[in-house]
């Protein structure tokens, strides 16, 4: 009993993990090029390597040591990458104001 709810946390820290490495990987896809200049990080082949590197790993060896390595990689990539590419790139959704506001004010009049 005890054993069989040990195998279930680990098998549930693999698949956080191996979530964690997909999501990274896609957002570090996603992003361009000349953000990851700008914001004076890596290149975007250096991450999407690492990345995808530690999605094989997480897919097909099953070495808690390389794993937690990998999800330390998509950590710093989230943590640190991801917030510097986004205040580049202008990206952090809407920050207030309405449907109508243009870039120098409402459109409809301040109504």
């Known amino acids: 009993m005890l054993l069989t709810g040990f195998s279930t946390l680990v098998w549930l820290l ?12 896609i957002m ?29 790993v997480n897919l097909f060896v099953p070495m808690l040591f390389l794993q937690l390595a990998g999800a330390v990689a998509s950590i710093v990539f989230l943590v640190d990458v ?9 990206g ?7 449907s109508s506001d243009g870039p120098y004010g409402p459109y409809n009049g301040g109504r």
């Not at 693999?14 to 990987?25: G, I, Q």
């Open 14 to 25: 693999y698949m956080v993990m191996l979530v964690l490495a997909v999501v990274a990987l």
């Open 28 to 56: 570090a896809a996603m992003a361009r090029e000349d953000a990851y200049r700008a914001a004076d990080k890596q290149k975007k082949s250096f991450w999407l390597l690492i990345l995808g590197i530690t999605v094989a």
């Open 82 to 90: 991801r917030p510097a590419l986004r205040a580049v790139s202008g």
């Open 92 to 98: 952090g959704g809407r920050r207030g104001g309405s």
